[in-house]
Each structure stands twice: as C-alpha cells, then as structure tokens.
C-alpha cells in the first residue's frame, strides 16, 4: 500500500483494524496481524497499491510459478535485497494483464515477539493468508485467463446482478482470496479493497464504534454478505483502497464445493452511504 501520510496509516491501522506495529517510520510502516513478521506495508506515495503478495509453499512451486507466467509471455523478476526487506526467503515480481503488481513468496520469517493487538483483536490468517483482495480490472476474460488458468486459481461463485458481474475466486480454504469485476462498472482500475477477518462479532462492532467516532469514513453500514456468509463493514483507509473490516466468512472444501451464481449481493445491510466514492459501486462487494 502507498498513502501520501504514512503516519495517518498507522493511527488507522492499529486504532480501527487493531494491528500492532512491527515497524514505523517517515519512510515505511509496516503491520502485524498474527506471529509473521508482518502482513501490511505502507510506503510514502499517491495512494495507490504498490504491490500484492501471494505465499506459495516452497522454492519448487515458486518456480512453478515462474514457468507458469513464463509460458504466456509475462516477465519475472527475481530480487534477493527485496525479499530481505519482505523478511522472505524469495520473492518474484511480476505483473498482471491489469497492471497490479505481484509479489510471489516463500519463507516469511516469523516475529521474535508474540503478536499482540492494541485493541485485542485475534485475526483469521495461518493458511488462509491475511484476507482477500478485490480488483477492477478492464478486461474480465483477460484477468480470468490469467488468474484462473495460469496461476490455478479456482472458482467460488459469482454474484450477477443487473448492475454488477462479479467473480470470487480462492487459492486456499477461504471462501474468496481474490475477486474481480470489470471496470464498466464506472470504478477505476486498481485495488478497489481488501479484507481482513476476526473471530469475534464484538472486535467487529468495537471496530466499528471507532469508525462511528471519527477516525475514519464509513462507506457501508454492517451487512452480511449472499456468498461467503461474512458479517462486516466497509470504511475508508488512508489510502485509495477501502478495507473490509468482517466475522464469519466461510471455508470451501473443494472435494465437495459446487460453484454458484447469486442474483442478490447480500443477505441483509452494506447499504452504500452518500458521499462514498463512487456512488455506483454495488453494496459491499
């Protein structure tokens, strides 16, 4: 993530989502979630994503990755002073057909100190990652393609609507680690959001209160999603990305799961507020 103030990030981040810091200063601010050495970094810029990381087990599929991206013709990057600074053991760049920067990595060091939240929250990670990520992207099929076919994504469902086309998918248990919809929604290309889940309804509602008392903008009220069953809500980060702030979402078991559509967006609430940008966007997708 990038943010044009760093320090805003850090009061947001450990306030509102209850991180600890692992690391701050003018130049680099980065954020624990459970015992790794962090999940979040934030960097002096415009706002805009800097780069998503995707775990992968070992140095064999890491460069199974790299044939895989290799076969259609995307460049890799591999920088060992990089991934010291990532604290992994390797790490490959690359680009996706959208524009987003990906980090591929193996090995990410675990923290000296037990984690620890300055508001006592306990995070849903281990081998479901930080969360999940929704893009805009200009052209679905492209992204699909690229997602689905060469890194081996999977698909969790869809939710078609008249206004919204959009597309779940998962690389671990997590019901979606990554979704994507086209930028004909009237969004801009780019990180529209992330998410990041906790155990308990309490340290979303307490969360929440937060966000009630000034220290961010509420864009969708509290609602339980169609799909991944997840109670949470939307607020703005310091940067141009929203964060999804939840409890609850479920787990695919992919012997049994059965890819769907939904024609609804939610089960009840995430009720878009006025004055989140931009107004067309569905209701906490």
Known sequence: MTAVDVGAWEQFGTRVLGLEIAE?????????????????????????????????????????VVAAL??????????????????????????DPAGTNLEFFYGQETAATPFKSPAGATFVTGELGLGHAVLVVP??????????????????DRVRTPRFDVLFTHCNPRHHSLAMMPTKTGLEAGLHHFMIEVDDLDTVGHALDQVLDGAARLNSTIGKHINDLMV????????????????????IDDATWVPSVHTIENVWGHRRLPGAPPDGMPAGM
Do not use: H, N
């Open 139 to 156: 052209d679905m099929a492209e992204a699909e393609r690229f997602y689905l076919e060469t890194l081996g994504f999977l698909e969790s």
């Open 70 to 95: 290799g076969r259609i013709g995307v460049e890799t990057t591999r920088d060992p002073v990089l991934a010291k600074e990532r604290s992994v053991a390797d790490l490959v760049r690359a680009v």
């Open 232 to 251: 949470s809500f939307y607020c703005q980060t310091p940067s141009k990305c929203e964060v999804e702030y939840g409890v609850g979402g479920i787990t």
């Open 24 to 64: 701050s200063g003018p130049d680099r601010l980065l954020l624990r979630a459970d015992e790794r050495a962090f999940r979040v970094s934030v960097t002096p810029g415009d706002g805009s994503c800097d780069f998503i990381g995707w775990e992968v087990a070992d140095a064999a599929a890491l460069g199974e």
